[in-house]
């Protein structure tokens, strides 16, 4: 009565001197050790390997880490040459002075975190990330926030900026290359040529902890020179040169330009505030490699303007050759249709639709 249990660890102690143990077990040995498979097969050699399967895996995490240490160097721990006394250490030795051993610094934290890894030895690299990490106070509290730290996070988080380098961020990318991707948009953005002789490269991206990258690239595109004025700019007429101004004119005119923002830095429109009597938000676009053509005029609220002032802006940019018309090819594309369509038409019919073809060049000026 007063003895073990029957099932008790030490009545399966007993038994497993007797089992006809195979070593089937150890695939399962080999997928949890990983990298440190032939360091493990000498601490823990033959059937000794089932102490090391049914150890915690928090615990082991601390084996894997010690040894993680070897290929970095400065670590005594891992030089014993002795495996048999090794595996008594990690056996009997209480974590934390197993890392302080094999670390110069254990960062508040690290040994929990290691426990966190999951049940399977990670690659060298991950302990070193783990360790580097934890040491900075502010990753170090977004890290203790996880329930699972995956080596995929910490791949990435390495890949990424010290502005940037977020727990948030990292999980947003959820990859290592999309991380890399990132930098070398920012890298473009920051020190792009600069197209109105301004220095582009000046852009202040370092972001607030909490922005997402997502975020961060579009402030960052939109932070980018649109293309000189095609058409001088005066008191009457002022040229709308950034992204910046396009948000303040949606606030004033209450219309959708800032859906314009990649149109106008790659130059396929240019836009224009009106500043007479009565307001207006001008667009024109090239028509290369014959010049710029208007192409709308619009109230507040995209509502039409008066006939006068139509005819003010016609006229203030004629004087700079930009016309409303039709595109170039547009223009010769209809007068291919019509003398293609003349032999089955009668004289009096082309001679309308000529008209109404030249009307249109009358009007626009061209």
């Not at 660890?9 to 006809?20: G, I, M």
């Not at 240490?69 to 090794?86: E, H, M, S, T, Y």
């Not at 209480?94 to 610094?105: C, D, G, V």
């Not at 859906?259 to 207006?280: D, L, M, T």
Request: proline share 7%; charged share 25%; aromatic share 8%.
């Amino acid at each position: 009565m007063g003895g073990p249990a029957r099932g008790g660890l030490s009545h399966v102690v007993r038994d497993l001197a007797r089992a006809q143990i195979t070593t089937d077990y150890q695939h399962i040995v080999r997928h949890l050790a990983g990298p440190f498979l032939p360091e493990i097969a000498r601490i823990f050699p033959g059937h000794f390997q089932i102490v090391y399967l049914l150890t915690s895996f928090q615990r082991r995490q601390v084996w894997h880490a010690c040894l993680a240490r070897r290929q970095g160097g400065g670590c005594n721990l891992v030089k014993i040459k002795n495996p048999a006394c090794l595996r008594e250490r990690f056996l009997h030795e209480k974590s934390r002075l197993l890392l302080a051993e094999a670390y110069p610094e254990i960062p508040p934290g690290f040994e929990a975190a290691l426990g966190r890894l999951g049940p399977a030895a990670q690659h060298p690299e991950i302990y070193a990330l783990l360790h580097e990490f934890m040491a900075q106070p502010i990753l170090r509290r977004e890290i203790n926030h996880l329930a699972r730290i995956d080596a995929r996070l910490l791949r990435t988080l390495a890949r990424l900026p010290e502005p940037m380098r977020t727990v948030r961020m990292a999980q947003e990318l959820a990859d290592p290359r999309a991380a890399e991707a990132v930098v070398q948009l920012i890298r473009l953005l920051t020190n792009k040529p600069s197209t109105n002789g301004e220095d582009s490269g000046q852009v202040d991206f370092s972001p607030r902890r909490r922005r997402s990258a997502a975020e961060l690239l579009e402030t960052l595109y939109h932070a980018t020179p649109f293309p000189k004025a095609p058409v001088a700019e005066s008191t009457l007429c002022m040229h709308i040169d950034s992204a910046e101004r396009m948000r303040e004119i949606v606030a004033q005119y209450k219309n959708c330009l800032v859906n314009f923002i990649p149109e106008a830095i790659r130059g396929e429109y240019a836009f224009y505030e009106w500043k007479g009597s009565e307001g207006a938000i001008i667009s024109i676009v090239p028509d290369r490699p014959y010049g710029w053509r208007l192409d709308d005029i619009k109230g507040i609220a995209n509502a039409p303007v008066s006939d006068e002032t139509v005819k003010a802006i016609e006229g203030y940019f004629s004087g700079h050759d930009v016309v409303a018309r039709p595109p170039i090819e547009q223009m010769i594309s209809r007068i291919q249709m019509r003398a293609r369509r003349r032999r089955n038409q009668d004289a009096e019919t082309v001679e309308q639709e000529l008209d109404e073809l030249f009307m249109e060049l009358e009007e626009a000026d061209f």
